[in-house]
């Protein structure tokens, strides 16, 4: 009996579980540029293309492999917009009754398979290291779900940076060694760019005419859109940029995109790269020589350590996990975050780089423009859809989790144990960004008072009946204390003052 193995955008391994599920002679696979995947969320452009041209070429590769391959794409005449119309569409004709699907990283795509008119089968994506219930047998009975200790059980399950039972070098992180500011100069020339390709250009003409009008440029594009080229890109990186990566990784410099950042996480997210090889690459480097343990074990512990357990939160809290809000903050997302002008040129850099590359490292995104929303009070579904939409590498699993939880405190401290908010000194410190500045980083009130100054004390005195007994931020509370009445009123003043311009949509 014939099956449809159905293929999604961010599936494209050749060892994908509902491949290692089906038959070569009997089973059809299927898969699909639809409407509804492009535009729940008005994607960034470059990620609708990466998405798209790799796709194309997978399903290239299966049929060289020998595959019966039906692929719909979004400029079909019969496309019905949908995942689950294409499946139907297709059940029809090819006589299948049943579909075996890779289990989705949405919630919303995994309630659509489960209220499908057909048989779909979900089994679990096992390009993962922590199945679902490996992570929930780590998490049960704990009262903190702390990434450290759960990154340490993943460092014992891969044997990554071990000495038999002991990490290597003695310690499990060397975070403390990876804060370092920006240097002088950057040696590392960024990502692998590609040219394009005869498939590459028409995706791009395609895109442009169909979502010419979503935030973010679309051209130049240089990603890779196969596993070759994404190799490539790896041990680009590897070589060149993975020696200082931990050293700079936290640093901001303007008109430097990327400094030593590898832009590998697309690729592992859509299943161009496999994570265990990208590790394996950077402990390999370790090995040789080539990369010092304080970069190796950083980058490393960004994906079997963060990546994995970001996940695992993600499917333990369910699908209401999107629409939690334990701060109650309900302000609108300014326009800045949308290209508009503002005069805080570290969110106005991070917007822009944003924009025309649809990335932007995690400190940028953490402490720039997260650490911004959380401290003005931004509805944190508001910031979540915002991210998603805007980065080559979201897709709701990771990003999720990152923004209500990580970046936006909404889910009352799952993963967080506190929240991350700072003032100006942390951006003045880790970046070049407040030199050319409207606002003066180290002014605290008046009219060049940095917003992060003011919006900082704000958060502090609006949330303190929930933060002040926490251990973490009692000096915080100590300082704001100390402070006399007249200055605690004035910056309290002038911050509701700097919002309510912002709201009015005024230029700040």
């Not at 973010?216 to 993975?242: E, N, S, V, Y």
Request: proline residues 4%; negative net charge.
């Amino acid at each position: 009996m014939s099956r449809l193995i159905l293929i999604l955008g961010d599936q494209l391994s050749p060892d994908i579980a509902a491949l290692k599920a089906a038959e070569k002679a009997s089973d059809f696979i299927v898969m699909a540029e639809v409407a509804d995947e492009a535009s729940y969320v008005q994607h960034h452009p470059k990620k609708i293309a990466l998405i798209f041209a790799a796709m194309r070429k997978f399903a290239a590769e299966l049929r060289a492999d020998g595959w019966d391959v039906r692929y719909t794409q979004l400029d079909d005449t019969d496309n019905t917009g949908s995942i689950v119309g294409e499946l139907l569409q297709r059940a029809d004709e090819t006589g299948a009754t049943e579909v075996i699907a890779t289990e989705p990283g949405e919630w919303r795509l995994i309630a659509a398979f489960n209220d499908a008119p057909l048989r779909i089968t979900q089994v679990e994506d096992d390009r993962f290291i922590a199945s679902h219930g490996m992570f929930d047998d780590w998490a049960k009975g704990r009262k903190s779900l702390r990434m450290e200790y759960f990154y340490r059980e993943m460092r014992r399950k891969t044997g990554l940076l071990m000495e038999g039972d002991a990490p290597e070098g003695g310690k499990w992180n060397y975070d403390h060694d990876n804060r370092k500011p920006a240097p002088e100069e950057i040696t590392f020339d960024g990502p692998l760019r590609f040219e394009l390709d005869a498939t590459v250009a028409e995706v791009l003409d395609l895109v442009e005419a169909r979502f010419g009008n979503s935030f973010g440029q679309l051209r130049p594009f240089w990603f890779a859109t196969d596993r070759a080229q994404a190799r490539q890109a790896l041990a680009h990186f590897i070589r060149h940029g993975l020696a200082k990566f931990g050293d700079y990784q936290d640093a901001m410099l303007e008109g430097q995109k990327f400094l030593y950042h590898g832009m590998i996480s697309p690729y592992i997210h859509i299943g161009l790269l496999d994570p265990l090889e990208v590790c394996q690459a950077a402990e390999n480097a370790y090995k040789n020589g080539d990369a010092p343990l304080n970069a190796v074990e950083g980058f490393i512990r960004q994906i079997i350590g963060w990546r994995e357990y970001i996940r695992g939160i993600y499917f333990r809290e369910g699908p209401d996990y999107t629409s939690r809000n334990a701060l109650n903050h309900q302000r609108k997302l300014p326009s800045f975050f949308w290209g508009e002008q503002t005069q805080m040129n570290c969110v106005a850099q991070a917007v822009k780089q944003t924009e025309e590359e649809a990335y932007a490292h995690h400190i940028q995104r953490l402490m720039v423009t997260g650490n911004f929303a959380l401290l003005s009070g931004i509805s944190p579904y508001e910031v979540h859809e915002w991210y998603l939409r805007v980065y080559v590498d979201a897709f709701e699993w990771v990003e999720a989790p990152n923004v209500i939880g990580m970046s936006q405190f909404a889910d009352d401290g799952i993963i967080a144990s506190k929240p991350y908010v700072s003032s100006a000194n942390y951006i003045d410190k880790m970046s070049d960004y407040c030199g050319s500045c409207h606002y003066k980083a180290k002014v605290k009130t008046g009219e060049k008072a940095c917003p992060f100054n003011l919006l900082y004390w704000h958060f502090l005195n609006r949330h303190r009946g929930k933060f002040k007994g926490n251990p973490r931020m009692g000096q915080m509370y100590a300082t704001w204390d100390r402070m006399a009445e007249e200055r605690r009123e004035t910056i309290l003043r002038e911050a509701d003052a700097w919002l309510a311009r912002m709201d009015a949509g005024d230029r700040v």
